[in-house]
Nanobody, 124 residues
Framework: QVQVVESGGGLVQAGGSLRLSCTAS????????MGWFRHAPGKEREGVAC????????LHADSVKGRFTISRDNAKSTLYLQMNSLKPDDTAMYYC?????????????????WGEGTQVTVSS
């Protein structure tokens, strides 16, 4: 059974940093493209960043470019999202997603497996 679990969320002041992690079990992590999404109250879920299964060709949403960086460690079956220069607008539930494909996408329909999310709150 595939299980995807996010961690690392919390409360941080504007300008601060957080690193989210996502572990996946029940699958061969290196065979899966991965993505990070977020959902804020009153807004639609949006793709934040994604990374192909081999790591090259990452994508970042315009809203986070230069501030967030997605990475993965296939040996540890772990996905990361380093978030710097956080803004109150980054406040959301952050979700990790996986799909058995080589390439990734910022479209949520691309993915088959989802975690339950980790809350990030940025205070002004």
């Amino acid at each position: 059974q595939v299980q995807v679990v996010e961690s690392g969320g919390g409360l941080v002041q504007a300008g601060g940093s957080l690193r989210l992690s996502c572990t996946a079990s029940g699958l061969t992590f290196g065979d899966y493209a991965m993505g990070w999404f977020r959902h804020a109250p009153g807004k639609e879920r949006e793709g934040v960043a994604c990374i192909p299964r081999l790591g090259s060709g990452r994508l970042h949403a315009d809203s986070v470019k230069g501030r967030f960086t997605i990475s993965r460690d296939n040996a540890k079956s772990t996905l990361y999202l380093q978030m710097n220069s956080l803004k109150p607008d980054d406040t959301a539930m952050y979700y990790c997603a996986a799909v058995l494909k080589a390439s990734c996408s910022l479209s949520q329909g691309w993915y088959d497996y989802w975690g339950e999310g980790t809350q990030v709150t940025v205070s002004s």
